[in-house]
């Protein structure tokens, strides 16, 4: 680290006195506002006449990048605010953007399955927006959450212990990752334990329960061809909804359909086109894309 990093990072950490920056990098003109903060100009070398304002402080990280550049006479746009720019550093907040930019960089490079990133984001930020005991936001608190905070949360959600678990899934996961990265050094959620509640699932239809069905929901309804789509391909319903023509195919003068299921891990998955789920897809008077 050479002695201008040096002094970057001990402006940035440290709040009580200090060296001015501007002794150390040759140009740098710090003005000092009425509301009491600071704006950055640069003498562009050879000009002195010349200045370019920064627009960055000097703890951005792009801070050096953008000084040489003004002292080139270049001025460089201001770049986006990373996520984890707009919170507060090391709050719930700014931990939980941390991590879900992360899990994103992983569902752009087909590592992780994008409805596992819906999920935890959805669950991690309405967490954030929790009022705690004290009336205080959450996501405003420290990311080193007491354990005991994690369990109330959990038991808050006693009544849909589905979402409770998942939330408590994506806690946990969130601070592994934090652990692995060396943002933190603890997972607080680790002694709350899941509700994993076995109510016996759903009742499992009989073949006089399908008939059944089937007589009410006549060929050319949604219904009938809901069905007819899991009796005659088993998929998931995040699967089903969004089989059409396009997935058909023709093999050996046997008409198929194949389709890559959405779960992360799944293979992709080819069968033929049985008679009735022939059927039920061209009952229906208006076809579309699925």
Excluded at 27 to 54: A, D, F, M, Q, T
Excluded at 91 to 119: F, G, I
Aim: glycine letters at 8%; one cysteine or more; charged letters at 25%.
């Amino acid at each position: 680290m050479t002695k201008v990093e040096s002094q970057l990072k001990l402006r940035h950490l440290c709040h009580g006195q200090r060296e001015p920056l501007e002794n150390h990098l040759p140009g740098l003109i710090c003005e000092k506002l009425p509301s009491g903060n600071e704006r950055y100009h640069v003498r562009v070398e050879g000009s002195p006449k010349l200045r370019i304002r920064l627009h960055i402080q000097p703890d951005h990280k792009q801070f050096m990048k953008h000084y040489h550049a003004a002292r080139a006479g270049i001025q460089l746009s201001p770049e986006p605010d990373s996520p984890t720019d707009r919170y507060v550093r090391e709050s719930l907040d700014w931990l939980t953007a941390k991590y879900l930019d992360s899990l994103q960089s992983k569902v752009d490079a087909e590592l992780a399955s994008p409805l596992t990133l819906m999920q935890r984001r959805g669950l991690l930020l309405e967490l954030c927006d929790r009022i705690n005991d004290d009336g205080n936001r959450f996501g405003n608190c420290q990311m080193s959450i007491p354990t005991s905070e994690i369990y109330k949360v959990h038991e808050a959600l006693g009544n849909t212990p589905g979402k409770a678990d998942n939330l408590l899934k994506s806690i946990k996961a969130m601070y592994r990752w934090s652990k692995r990265t060396g943002t933190s050094h603890t997972n607080p959620a680790e002694g709350v334990e899941r509700y994993n509640i076995n109510r016996g699932g759903a009742t499992p239809w009989s073949v006089d329960d399908l008939k059944k069905y089937r007589s009410v929901h006549m060929p050319g309804t949604n219904a009938h061809l809901c069905i007819t789509l899991f009796m005659f391909t088993a998929c998931r319903i995040s699967d089903a909804y969004r089989l059409g023509r396009e997935h058909e195919f023709s093999r050996d003068g046997m008409l198929g359909i194949g389709w890559q299921p959405k779960k992360k891990g799944s293979k992709f998955v080819a069968i033929p086109m049985l008679t009735p789920l022939v059927k039920a897809t061209r009952a229906p008077t208006i076809q579309g894309q699925t």
